[in-house]
């Protein structure tokens, strides 16, 4: 009580006073209320367009989070290519130097181990690999692949927002 007197007086009562909290379930149950309002005042009246932010809160939670991921991933992607490098889960091109073949590849890991200026990259892609049978006929078969390469036998694609969904939603399947 004495300490309630001095903090009042001393005008910090509001910086340590306990702050009204709503639950998950009051915040939910607030809500659809003004939900129902909404469809209440549209239904009678035009009013105007929704902001864009409030259209942005009403998207579903997995939409929300595959946003946030694809932007992440865009801007991890941006400021790797500021510093001439590259990022895990980065879609690139490969250059198979044997065949001179370039390969669609991701980049599974990110190495400096010879310093920051000459990095070295785990990358994984597809190759055709063609075998014999019993019968002796060719058979053919992507091969999946993954190896270490230097950044000179790497090349950036453009952006693609499905593609690099599916590379970055393949480790929760």
Do not use: C
């Not at 639950?23 to 864009?52: C, F, I, L, Y």
């Amino acid at each position: 009580m004495v300490l309630t007197y001095l903090f009042e007086k001393m005008g910090l009562w509001d910086f340590f006073a306990p702050q009204n909290r709503t639950s998950k379930r009051q915040k939910k149950e607030q809500r659809k209320a003004n939900e129902n309002n909404n469809d209440v005042e549209s239904a009678t009246t035009p009013g105007p367009e929704r902001h864009p932010q409030q259209q942005e809160d009403e998207v579903d939670p997995e939409t929300r989070i595959r946003r946030m991921q694809l932007n992440s991933q865009r801007e991890r992607e941006i400021q790797a290519e500021s510093r001439n490098a590259y990022v895990k889960k980065q879609r690139v091109k490969y250059h198979y130097r044997a065949m001179d073949s370039w390969h669609d590849a991701v980049i599974l890991g990110v190495h400096l181990d010879d310093g920051p200026d000459k990095p070295y990259y785990t990358i994984k892609y597809q190759k055709a690999d063609v075998t014999m049978d019993e019968q002796g006929n060719e058979v053919a078969s992507l091969v999946e692949v993954e190896k270490q390469t230097t950044p000179d036998r790497l090349q950036r694609v453009p952006w693609n927002e499905n593609a690099t969904w599916a590379i970055l939603s393949q480790n929760k399947a």
